[in-house]
């Protein structure tokens, strides 16, 4: 057992990096996949969410913070490859922090939460240098953007044609502006708990999760 490591990154705070890490943690989980994230985030947003969860269905992966890793990062997270199918960094919003840098020293996969418009992409051209200067050394880092919090059933136009400018490949997925998210987290769990409600917030997990898998076929 190798695991497949994924980061979630973005310089801008807001972007739904989180809740991300710790909805494809609970997909690739259900999926039958032994799954470890890591909080390497400050503000421990995965570790708070994890904690959450009461104490007769915890959260369905293992969540390790190691924030206080800083540079040495990617050192921590190659001791437990061995030991999960997956690992899923949660990045700190900071193009300075070293945790980023070094996290994608050792993933496979970047993913680059972006709210679909100008503001908010303007603010996320940080990453893609850090992620270019990455490659330098990590040459098998694929980086890909994925719209989060989108507020229509599909991106218009002008929007699409704004991501791609960023010029990293955009995902096929994407996550909406959805209730279920945040009351996951306040939960502890994830959209696959909540019922048939936040069925809509599942399909869009699953459809993540199967985009990524496809990615190493």
């Given at each position: 057992?190798?695991a497949?490591?994924?980061?979630?990154?973005n310089?801008?705070?807001?972007?739904?990096?989180?809740?991300?890490?710790?909805?494809?943690?609970?997909?690739?989980?259900r999926?039958?996949?032994?799954?470890?994230?890591?909080?390497?985030?400050?503000?421990?947003?995965?570790?708070?969410?994890?904690?959450?969860?009461?104490?007769?269905?915890?959260f369905?992966?293992?969540?390790?913070?190691?924030?206080?890793?800083?540079?040495?990062?990617?050192?921590?997270?190659?001791?437990?490859?061995?030991?999960?199918?997956?690992?899923?960094?949660?990045?700190p919003?900071?193009?300075?922090?070293?945790?980023?840098?070094?996290?994608?020293?050792?993933?496979?996969?970047?993913?680059?939460?972006?709210?679909?418009?100008?503001?908010?992409?303007?603010?996320?051209?940080?990453?893609?240098?850090?992620?270019?200067?990455?490659?330098?050394?990590?040459?098998?880092?694929?980086?890909?953007?994925?719209?989060?919090?989108?507020?229509?059933?599909?991106?218009?136009?002008?929007?699409?044609?704004?991501?791609?400018?960023?010029?990293?490949?955009?995902?096929?997925?994407?996550?909406?502006?959805?209730?279920?998210?945040?009351q996951?987290?306040?939960?502890?769990?994830?959209?696959?708990?909540?019922?048939?409600?936040?069925?809509?917030?599942?399909?869009?997990?699953?459809?993540?999760?199967?985009?990524?898998?496809?990615?190493?076929?």
């Amino acid at each position: 057992m190798t695991a497949r490591i994924i980061v979630v990154t973005n310089q801008k705070g807001g972007a739904g990096k989180s809740t991300i890490v710790m909805q494809l943690a609970g997909a690739f989980t259900r999926a039958g996949g032994k799954v470890l994230v890591v909080d390497g985030d400050p503000q421990s947003t995965a570790t708070r969410w994890a904690s959450s969860a009461p104490d007769e269905t915890p959260f369905p992966a293992a969540v390790v913070n190691l924030a206080q890793a800083g540079k040495q990062l990617h050192r921590e997270v190659r001791k437990f490859v061995e030991d999960y199918d997956w690992v899923i960094i949660d990045c700190p919003p900071s193009v300075d922090s070293p945790v980023p840098q070094s996290a994608l020293l050792v993933a496979d996969i970047a993913i680059v939460p972006v709210i679909p418009s100008p503001p908010d992409l303007w603010a996320a051209m940080g990453i893609k240098v850090l992620i270019e200067n990455a490659q330098t050394v990590n040459e098998t880092l694929r980086p890909f953007l994925l719209a989060n919090m989108v507020q229509t059933t599909a991106l218009g136009k002008e929007v699409l044609q704004l991501l791609d400018d960023f010029g990293l490949p955009l995902l096929k997925a994407s996550f909406g502006l959805r209730t279920a998210y945040r009351q996951s987290s306040v939960y502890g769990s994830t959209v696959f708990e909540l019922g048939s409600h936040a069925r809509v917030a599942q399909a869009e997990v699953e459809a993540l999760k199967n985009e990524i898998l496809t990615l190493w076929r």
